[in-house]
């Protein structure tokens, strides 16, 4: 949501407002208050101080993070018994009637999420005046509309996809080949046995000389 937001509001600051830099009037002997700009933020009309300014609120969310949150997400919807799996939804025209009778006979009501490809052209179209249905594919999935969401359709395709961008990275699986290959590479290898080290005696401490 964050990165949904504008940042477009601002404020005119004293270097803003239009009005003549020229002092009013001299410093001393007026019996008025000094001032210096008729844009001062003191005087009607001038510039605003501190106000807002634009900026962006965008937030790069780490990539693990991200997937923590989809899973988490998507296991609340199975645990709520909210998702369906469906082979495929086929269409034979674009028709936002055919649409609606087929979330009918799904049993389908209220805000429904469907997760299937973007190649699926009829059913793109058939959804656009639906405002209570979205589709979406596997890699535009977010946490917002998951949420925002009561039900969730999602295609045997789609689901595949899903498990390969929440499954384990790629960078992380081939650590793991990797450190399999060192950990086989050292079993392999013959080990030195070191022995064990041979402490020298210590030297019998010199009596002192008995005094005559």
């Known amino acids: 949501m964050a990165n949904a937001r504008q940042g477009t509001s601002a404020t005119k600051t004293r270097g803003d407002v239009s009005g003549a830099g020229r002092k009013l009037w001299k410093q001393k002997g007026t019996g008025s208050a000094r001032i210096a700009s008729i844009r001062s933020p003191l005087w009607k009309g001038g510039g605003d101080v501190h106000g807002p300014q634009p900026r962006a609120w965008s937030y790069n969310m780490p990539k693990k993070m991200r997937q923590g949150a989809l899973r988490s997400a998507l296991s609340e919807r199975v645990r709520e018994g909210k998702v369906v799996l469906i082979d495929g939804w086929t269409l034979d025209k674009p028709k936002t009637k055919d649409f ?29 005046n639906v405002q209570s249905a979205k589709v979406v594919n596997s ?39 990797v450190a399999e290959e060192k950990a086989e590479a050292v079993a392999a290898k013959p080990q030195r046995v070191r022995k064990p080290a041979v402490k020298s005696p210590k030297a019998a401490p010199k009596h002192k000389k008995e005094a005559a």
């Open 100 to 128: 609606i009778a087929s979330l009918q006979r799904l049993g389908l009501e209220g805000k429904t999420l469907i997760v299937d490809s973007l190649d699926n052209h009829n059913l793109m179209l058939s959804t656009r």
């Open 139 to 177: 890699f535009g999935l977010n946490i917002y509309d998951l949420l925002y969401h009561e039900r969730l359709v999602i295609s045997e395709d789609a689901v595949k996809e899903l498990e390969q961008l929440l499954g384990l990275p790629k960078k992380a699986a081939g650590d793991e080949a």
